[in-house]
Nanobody, 116 residues
C-alpha cells in the first residue's frame, strides 16, 4: 500500500521561501517518478516539478529558477524560493509516470499562501 504525506506548507510573504516535504511509503515507489502538482482556486491542477527515476528533473516554466525538487529514496522535497502571490495554491505530492500524465498516487495536499 502506498501512502504519501506532505508537510511544510503555510503563509509566507512575497519573496520568501518555503520547503515542502513528502514522505512516501510503499516499495513500489522506487519504480516511479515523484513530483509536485498544484491547484489554485478556479484553475486546473498543474505539474510544478517532477524528479524522474535517477536525477532528471522537469519544471513548469513558471517556476524555473525559483523552485528546486530533490529526492532521497521515497521522500521528495520542493524548495520554493522567491515566492510570488501567483504561487498560492494547494500543493499535492504525487507518484507515477508523471511525464506521461499518469499520477497513480496522491498525497492529501498542503496549502501554500503567498501574501503580504
Amino acid at each position: 500500500q502506498v501512502q504519501l504525506v506532505e508537510s511544510g506548507g503555510g503563509l509566507v510573504q512575497p519573496g520568501g521561501s518555503l520547503r515542502l516535504s513528502c514522505a512516501g511509503s510503499g516499495s513500489i515507489l522506487s519504480a516511479y517518478s515523484m513530483g509536485w502538482y498544484r491547484q489554485a482556486p478556479e484553475k486546473e491542477r498543474e505539474l510544478v516539478a517532477a524528479i524522474i527515476r535517477g536525477s532528471s528533473t522537469k519544471y513548469a516554466d513558471s517556476v524555473k529558477g525559483r523552485f528546486t525538487i530533490s529526492r532521497d529514496k521515497n521522500t521528495v522535497y520542493l524548495q520554493m524560493d522567491h515566492l510570488k502571490p501567483e504561487d498560492t495554491a494547494v500543493y499535492y505530492c504525487a507518484a507515477g509516470r508523471l511525464l506521461t500524465g499518469w499520477a497513480g498516487y496522491w498525497g492529501q495536499g498542503t496549502q501554500v499562501t503567498v501574501s503580504s
